[in-house]
């Protein structure tokens, strides 16, 4: 069964950190790229950052610039978040969509957005102004 769990989430103020955590299991996860999307309440989902598990490979939305940083370690994916507004305010899900054919940064950004195959439940950021 695919499972993917994401943790460390929670109520900070601005301008704190959260580090947040996708635990992922149930399927060969250097065959995918893992990316973080966010909600906020009456947008749309909007993608944040994506990393290709086989290479490292790492593809930022305008969200993540400057601020978030992925990184993975075993079968685990986390964003870091520093300096948080209350604008990323939102449920941050994390995503896995199947990467092992992409053969090109172009394929590798396709998969991160619009090529995701399994989502977690997702976990509330609230920052407070």
């Known amino acids: 069964e695919v499972q993917l769990v994401e943790s460390g989430g929670g109520l900070v103020q601005a301008g704190g950190s959260l580090r947040l955590s996708c635990a992922a299991s149930g399927f060969t996860f250097d065959d995918y790229a893992i990316g973080w999307f966010r909600q906020a309440p009456g947008k749309e989902r909007e993608g944040v950052s994506c990393?290709?598990?086989?290479?490292?490979t790492i593809y930022d939305g305008d969200s993540a610039k400057g601020r978030f940083t992925i990184s993975k370690d075993k079968n685990t994916v986390f964003l870091q978040m520093n300096r948080l507004e209350p604008e990323d305010t939102a449920v941050y899900y994390c995503?896995?969509?199947?990467?092992?054919?992409?053969?090109?940064?172009?394929?590798?950004?396709?998969?991160?957005?619009?090529?995701?195959?399994?989502w977690g439940k997702g976990i509330l950021v609230n920052v407070s102004s």
């Open positions: 990393i290709s598990i086989s290479n490292g």
């Open positions: 995503a896995a969509g199947f990467n092992a054919d992409s053969d090109s940064d172009y394929e590798f950004h396709l998969v991160c957005n619009y090529g995701m195959n399994y």
